[in-house]
């Protein structure tokens, strides 16, 4: 994986202004390095990965700005360019504390990785970028994972990217409390440009799927709807499949997780489940199926089957998960109307945030323009409708 490199265009112009910024909020001295971590869009397997089903998320050319310099004593400072509070947190002090704010998830990162290098400096940190926060395109894995790779580089820890997926992982778990499966720290760290990566969630196998981009754009429709509130429901859809898993797991010896759960053996038993938690192993388990369904057709080039895959977890996750939003069905109903996008549905955990639109390439334009204006109608203010290109990983880029 490339990790770093000169790098041209509208990546390594942000990143200068980001430069500039860092210098204004922590003064003279030496130039920050600075680095970049892309978001990602996930186009199937929804809410699977803490399921221990198959994923297949794409890494996007959105993401966080890192600038970063050393210090010469044992504190690091932490800003951003969207918040008007900075953190100071101390390497010579007790163990972190959660704070219940955007700094949590890269002191996660730093409070795990200080004890490998104990007479590490301090630092200062800025961070930024163009990846909307609360859309449902991983920005917290997008800061969790590039934190680890600066720390990594600065202090000299000599990480593989995959101890930094680890890292990530543990950070958002342990420490910011967000019971979250491996799919996002995956999907930023183990990033390729013009590829899917296909991630089995169960035994954590994973392999890169072409995505042929002269014949498909990826869209991605931001409804503006925010899911900072959203956190608990998340973690109750975790504790519902978990708990479904349970109910089920006696009728299958040797099942580890819902993923294993047969479809047969949930239809004999659902009347002894709670209704509620059927519906969610409903999805779940005919999720895995539509799953390795759309990987089968990706691999022989037939978008059409992949994008009607989509399109049917869509409404999955709409009437069995209940976590899309009037907002989000609009977005999909629009997508679907318009004869140009081959699938679409609600990315992320839902509740809000963004649906990604897997479009007919020559007709991108013509399908931007007719999603905002249904969206338009129907709410009275236009969505954020972008297109997107893939995008190799978190990565050092020098200036």
């Known amino acids: 994986m490339v990790e770093q490199e000169v790098e041209t265009g509208p990546a390594r112009e942000l990143l200068a202004r980001h430069?500039?910024?860092?210098?204004?909020?922590f003064g003279a001295g030496a130039a920050p390095r600075t680095f970049f971590s892309p978001g990602r869009v996930n186009l199937m397997g929804a809410h699977l990965d803490y399921s221990g089903g198959p994923v297949m998320p794409a890494a996007i050319d959105r993401g966080t700005f890192f600038a970063a310099r050393l210090r010469s004593d044992r504190r690091v400072l932490c800003a951003s360019s969207t918040e008007r509070d900075a953190f100071e947190l101390d390497l010579d002090g007790p163990a972190f504390q959660r704070r219940g704010r955007w700094v949590d998830y890269p002191a996660g990162v730093i409070e795990l990785l200080r004890s490998l290098a104990p007479d590490a400096p301090g630092l200062e940190l800025y961070f930024g970028?163009?990846?909307?926060?609360?859309?449902?395109?991983?920005?917290?894995?997008?800061?969790?994972v590039g934190t680890a790779l600066v720390i990594d580089r600065l202090w000299h820890l000599s990480l593989t990217p995959m101890q930094r997926?680890?890292?990530?992982?543990r950070?958002?778990?342990?420490?910011?409390?967000?019971?979250?499966?491996?799919?996002?720290?995956?999907?930023?760290?183990?990033?390729?440009p013009h590829r899917i990566l296909w991630l089995d969630c169960k035994d954590r196998t994973s392999a890169h799927l072409p995505l042929d981009s002269s014949r498909v754009a990826v869209g991605v429709a931001d409804t503006g709807v925010r899911r900072e509130l959203a956190q608990g429901a998340f973690n109750e859809r975790v504790a519902q499949a978990a708990a479904a898993f349970r109910e089920l797991a006696p009728a299958v010896p040797g099942a580890t997780c819902l993923r294993d759960i047969p479809v047969e053996v949930l239809e004999a038993r659902r009347r002894d489940l709670d209704p509620t938690l059927a519906r969610r192993a409903e999805h779940v388990v005919r999720e895995v199926a539509r799953t390795f369904r759309a990987r089968d057709a990706l691999a022989r080039g037939d978008l059409p089957s992949f994008g009607a895959a989509m399109?049917?977890?869509?409404?999955?996750?709409?009437?069995?998960?209940?976590?899309?939003c009037a907002e989000l069905?609009?977005?999909?109903?629009a997508a679907a109307e318009s004869g140009r996008v081959f699938g679409s549905r609600l990315t992320g955990a839902g509740f809000g945030g963004c649906v990604v639109m897997l479009i007919d390439e020559p007709h991108a334009a013509e399908v931007v323009e007719l999603v905002g204006r249904r969206f338009a109608a129907r709410f009275g203010r236009r969505p954020s409708v972008e297109i997107f290109g893939t995008d190799r990983g978190p990565r050092e880029i020098t200036l």
């Open 311 to 324: 399109f049917e977890a869509h409404a999955s996750l709409r009437d069995l998960y209940d976590v899309s």
């Open 329 to 333: 069905d609009v977005l999909v109903d």
């Open 165 to 169: 997926v680890e890292a990530a992982l």
């Open 19 to 25: 430069a500039q910024a860092f210098s204004v909020v």
């Open 171 to 192: 950070a958002e778990r342990e420490f910011v409390g967000v019971h979250c499966g491996i799919m996002d720290p995956y999907a930023v760290g183990l990033a390729r």
């Open 129 to 144: 970028g163009n990846l909307p926060v609360g859309a449902g395109l991983s920005s917290s894995a997008s800061i969790c």
